[in-house]
Nanobody, 126 residues
Framework: VQLQASGGGLVQAGGSLRLSCVGS????????TGWFRQAPGKEREFVAA????????VYADALEGRFTISRDRTKTTVYLQMNSLKAEDTAVYYC????????????????????WGQGTMVTVSS
């Protein structure tokens, strides 16, 4: 599975961005997908995840309500809609794909994902 993240850019605080993660490969639609981010000098942190069939979503507590994860009908593209962006949202955002056997409580753990995209930079100016 190959993942391509896009949609990052420079936005003012309070603005919105939508990130996309396109999966390719024969079984790219059969994976759970997660979004993680890493700010300069900080560890990678969980943002949101969605089951392969779109039936379950989970968010980092601090981001729920501002960020929404969704999957298109083909199940090969996952979106991250980010609203009311803040300067502290500035980071490189990565999408990742993991086995459907992952239990709910592990969807926010990086080691639950075997395939990672290259990342897309989001910069929020205050």
């Amino acid at each position: 599975v190959q993942l391509q993240a896009s949609g990052g850019g420079l936005v003012q605080a309070g603005g919105s961005l939508r990130l996309s993660c396109v999966g390719s490969g024969r079984t790219s639609s059969g994976y759970n997908t997660g979004w993680f981010r890493q700010a300069p000098g900080k560890e990678r942190e969980f943002v949101a995840a969605i089951r392969w069939n779109g039936g379950t979503t989970v968010y980092a507590d601090a981001l729920e309500g501002r960020f929404t994860i969704s999957r298109d009908r083909t199940k090969t593209t996952v979106y991250l809609q980010m609203n009311s962006l803040k300067a502290e949202d500035t980071a490189v955002y990565y999408c990742a794909a993991g086995t459907t056997r992952t239990i709910y409580s592990m969807l926010g753990v990086p080691s639950s994902y075997e395939h990672w995209g290259q990342g897309t930079m989001v910069t929020v100016s205050s």
